[in-house]
């Protein structure tokens, strides 16, 4: 700044440049430097803020990824509860349905497959505290609450009172019991297989309550309403989940002797 005669410098505004931003850029200098220095302040704090949350969102998730229960370990621990091979046919004819219903949903297939897998791990050894059981044993191997509370409710009004309230037991909770049926009416056939199924074979079988008694169809048909799916609907995506593991659950078109 110009220096003024009478000593007029400290109001250059009035008499030399009048200007606003001159005026401002003066007068509202130290103002506008703790304003900038806080913002400085703020905005590092911020980010230092935003970088805090990143990395515990990236924890998280690293540690949920490594809790998530892998097919491989699932099966560990059903196979050191249960030694029957049609039971582990049936587990498998499950986790194909979930896959299948998992996949049609968008949702995590992996997740909802292990959850079907696991699903009568207490019934082999405890047939008469089934699905109680379930929740001492997979809390002990470390399962996650969501699983477990799953896998209790597939059992719902049946052998205990956990009600089967997300997508995934809703589907696990209608799939059980029809995966049976199916199996059934499989076996009957020539070719021994679901790959050959129609929905009309299985539908006829349905409808004759002598035919597999112990499949209770009202189960079925309580889950379909829980999914808000029709019948029809429910079997054919659950035969072709059994389809994507035929070999397995001894349904394949030529199965092992
Ligand atoms: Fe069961
Ligand atoms: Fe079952």
Known sequence: MQKLKGGL?????????????YFFDRILSVPKAL??????????????????NLNEITLRETKKMAQQLTRERASEIWHSYNSDEALWRHAQAVEGAMRRFAARYGEDVEKWGVVGLLHDVDYEKWPQEHC??????????GVDEELIHAVMSHGWG??????????????????????????????????KSVMDLELKSVKKKYKDKRFAAGVDRSTIEKGCGLLGLPLDEVITETVAGMRECADAIGLGMHPAE
Do not use: Q, W
């Open 158 to 191: 049946i052998c205990c009172d956990v009600e089967p309230v997300s997508l995934m037991e809703k589907v696990l909770f209608t799939v059980d019991e029809l995966t049976g049926l199916i199996n059934a009416v499989a076996i009957m056939r020539p070719s």
């Open 35 to 52: 304003a900038v220095a806080a913002g400085a302040v703020l905005l590092l704090a911020g980010r230092r803020r935003v970088i805090y």
């Open 132 to 141: 109680k059981k379930a929740r001492e044993l997979l809390a002990a191997e």
């Open 9 to 21: 410098s400290r109001f250059p505004i009035f008499l030399h440049n009048p200007s606003p931003p």
